[in-house]
């Protein structure tokens, strides 16, 4: 279907003057002096750390990017376009914990692996992303090797490198090149990553290292904003979108001054906040309508588009609030035609939790809205015009040759929800969605398989990991990190519980300052 | 915004010939003497009790047909319009049990009386609609003198009249008289009723009873094929849909027979049936596109519409599932620009359940839905370019100038959702959705308050429904009946609890059958 127009011709030029008042009198912070100098060499104007752009400059750099791009995966049958009208769904990137029913705890490598065994088994999803969680169980300065092995392993579907510094995201190319070669790599998008503004206005050191470096290698950048109107951005959706912009359309330049031609998507994610907590809010009005908002812009522009949602939510449980809220922001990506979901399984209490069974919840609403997207074809046999001669007035279908010839495909089933009367599901225990969510994804665990891969490369993939381990941390891999490498194949909810751990200070304030590096 | 298009030209041209073959050659069947009595007057060929139409003399009725109307309140202030961009509200219609928190029982009248408090008290809600639940402890005789007064005293919004025999549509219509007067009734459209083919092809004779009384006095007919894709009509969607068309097309020709101009909406509500059990789906894809294709034909026949949805589910539970369902539904009726929601708030258990807690969980849905789809304004005073200096490069936005003058309201404070964290929200013992809407409504219906109504009024509304009650059942209201009248205001949920008791038989096939004479 034709994506949703929120936004008036007269709106879409006044967003325009926005973003260049922005970059051209405030000016955008780069903290890197290699950004500064590429563009003070093309002819901006740089204060410090700032750069006043002249606004034409960037609309020309933004014109080199390619409106859509092939994804490779290392299996080409899980080649993905990005652009056009084509969607992408990835599972929920980055928070540091995890609920398995009713245990939530801090993230491990296990439960990393069990996300990229479920994006691998499920079509719903196109990749396993780069973080479906933060596995805290494995020395930081070395994660990204056993994170970037897991997604090269268990899945073979594109996948994120990791943006976390200069380091990473040269392990994570390195990695890449195992697996697809060095003339692939060089020639083609066969990762992506994923960075964002410290907003406002203020692209950082990390994300620039990680930014120049795929730019470099010529992979796919995504370029995203991370605002809660009222905390990095001002409250009124406008100036937001106007920012967004700014920082966004700023960032695509740099790469494409980089490396014209490098394949980027733009990127927003944009929400509000609780004004009497500062707590972030998601799935709200504000939400849906900045993803509408998003969308269009990003069409003006001829860009692949990654939206904000995916199914976003505040709330702690897997209730309905959870689900409506997701349902929200999931929806308006579907009406705005994003190409890139990031968050679309998963996502739970405002991206601090990454849980199973909020999942599998997002999974029906992603199979409902993909159906309801898909425009209706009408045709003579459809119309069923002999059903009714057979059926006659008053009578019913159930037994007609029509639906006997259609009924196993005939609707969409569902995943999840169930139409057992109330009788049945109370002699069943009266197991509500969230019950029943959990034993749909430790079904799908147990039931994973790794995709092939040739022994040589998983060889060379766990020759580099253990040497960058050593050469990163001053030691080899322990051997609760060498297992990490052959976990079998179980639902770790019901067999593998652990002690629940400590959290660790900070994790819950992630989302709430103005200065997060992690991925939204 | 501009609703959607889910049907292409060349779509909507078959499904007009669908609806046109279905009428002509297989005839519809108006069990009822009069009906077919003005439809031979009018030259449609008529045998038994099939009525074969020449498919162009329906669209001339139709076109008698007003595009839009102004529903009256007793209110003036209350009064809505149906038509064109307006979408008026109505709370769930139709179900013979009632759930509070986790008591799930036969509805009562203070059950129907609570719900037409919370309809009055929130600006959400346009009318309570006609019976927001059955209340099975008034004998079934006189059952609808006691809502229809519970609608007239408890709110000053516009009401639904009952449908559900000829005696209950005239008695209606003179408690609207008493209301209204004869004039302003002989007039306007000082109420509404909803009329259900009994699909396939059929009217039946209760329901043309209803529809001929109330298309006599002038006053709206809502005309609602009830198809369960599977079930009523074919399991294909465009079966369904001309088939939609040509029941509801039918009976809006006999109203304008009756009386031309006569006010109509032309209503629909169709879904899937669950074809391993039998019963209904909601909430799914086909829901969605069914919901979205509906409005698209209703603009083409520039009627008002009434959408499928509501907030539809199977779920037993308000949980996930029954939020993301609802939304579906919700979100189509938006998306397609519906006129006319009933079921806004409380469906629960495919329709068998009024649950004051869903009602709490849809109301933050349909909030959600109206901030979303009102168009986004841009001036430059909303792009807040001073904030942007004022805050800087990396700062933050929660305590400049541009915040602090609007904070209060520049975001929509939702009803039910939270955003607290986790470790606030386990010590107040960690609320779900469903425990925390059962404290909202409570509230609400604490605080409610009965609208004024003039003494004499008041009076005659009393005097005509105890006179009908002894005519109807052959003895006066007993002691719970006349209480009914002077119910305190207080949450039943807690003080009014009472024994459980034994459901009905039959009540939970109601919506398996095609022989719904309720309302859906």
């Known amino acids: 279907m034709r994506p949703v127009e929120a936004l ?97 705890r801090v993230a491990g490598i296990e439960d990393f692996e069990d996300f990229c065994r479920i994006a691998q088994a499920l079509d719903d999803f196109d990749s396993a992303g780069g973080l479906p969680c933060e596995p805290s169980d494995i020395p930081v300065e070395a994660r990204h090797l056993d994170c970037v092995r897991a997604l090269l392993t268990l899945t073979d579907k594109p996948f994120q490198g990791s943006q976390i510094s200069a380091i990473a995201a040269a392990d994570s190319l390195a990695l890449g090149e195992i697996v697809f070669g060095s003339e692939a790599l060089s020639t083609r998008a066969c990762m992506y990553t994923n960075v964002n503004a410290n907003s406002p206005l203020r692209w950082d050191d990390r994300m620039l290292d990680a930014l120049l470096a795929y730019a470099h290698a010529g992979q796919a950048v995504v370029l995203t904003p991370f605002l809660l109107m ?50 972030p809010t998601f799935g709200g009005p504000e939400s849906m309508l900045g993803v509408l908002a998003s969308g269009q812009l990003a069409r003006q522009w001829q860009l692949p588009w990654r939206s904000g949602g995916g199914a976003l939510t505040s709330s702690p449980a897997v209730d309905a609030q959870a689900a409506y809220e997701g349902m929200a922001t999931m929806t308006a990506a579907f009406m705005a035609g994003a190409n890139l979901v990031l968050h679309t399984g998963g996502w739970l209490e405002s991206g601090l939790v ?156 992630r989302c709430r300052g103005s200065q997060s590096v992690l991925d939204p």
């Open 354 to 509: 990454a849980s199973f069974e909020k999942l599998i919840v997002d999974l029906d609403i992603v199979r409902t809205l993909r159906g309801a997207f898909t425009p209706l074809e009408v045709d003579e046999v459809s119309l069923a015009f002999d059903a009714h001669l057979e059926v006659g007035h008053g009578g019913h279908f159930f037994g007609c040759a029509h639906t006997m010839e259609r009924f196993r495909d005939c609707f969409q089933r569902p995943l999840l929800a169930t139409t057992a009367n109330f009788e049945a599901w109370q002699e069943a225990g009266a197991p509500d969605a969230n019950t029943r969510a959990g034993a749909i994804w430790a079904d799908i665990v147990a039931h994973a398989e790794p995709p092939p891969l040739d022994d040589d490369v998983r060889g060379a993939i766990d020759a580099f990991v253990e040497r960058r381990t050593v050469e990163l941390t001053g030691r080899p891999p322990t051997v609760r990190e060498a297992r990490a490498r052959v976990t079998p194949v179980t639902p770790p909810g019901r067999t593998r519980r652990r002690e629940r751990r400590a959290e660790p200070a900070g994790g819950e304030s």
């Open 230 to 279: 009222g905390a990095m951005s001002p409250v009124s959706l406008p100036a937001a979108l106007a920012q967004q912009l700014a920082e966004t359309l700023t960032g695509i330049a740099l790469v494409q001054l980089v490396r014209p031609g490098c394949p980027v998507v733009m990127g927003g994610f944009l929400s509000a906040t609780d004004m009497q907590s500062g707590a």
């Open 8 to 104: 008036s011709d007269e709106a879409l030029a006044l967003l325009d003057g926005g973003w260049r008042r922005i970059v051209s009198e405030i000016g955008i912070e780069f903290l890197h002096p290699r950004a500064l100098e590429l563009f003070r060499s093309a002819g901006q104007r740089v204060e410090d750390e700032k750069v006043f752009f002249d606004p034409d400059f960037i609309a020309e750099q933004v014109a080199l990017a390619p409106s859509s791009f092939t994804l490779h995966a290392r299996n080409p049958a899980r080649d993905v376009v990005l652009g056009g009208e084509h969607m992408v769904f990835v599972p929920v990137q980055g928070p540091p914990y995890v609920r398995r029913g009713d245990e939530r």
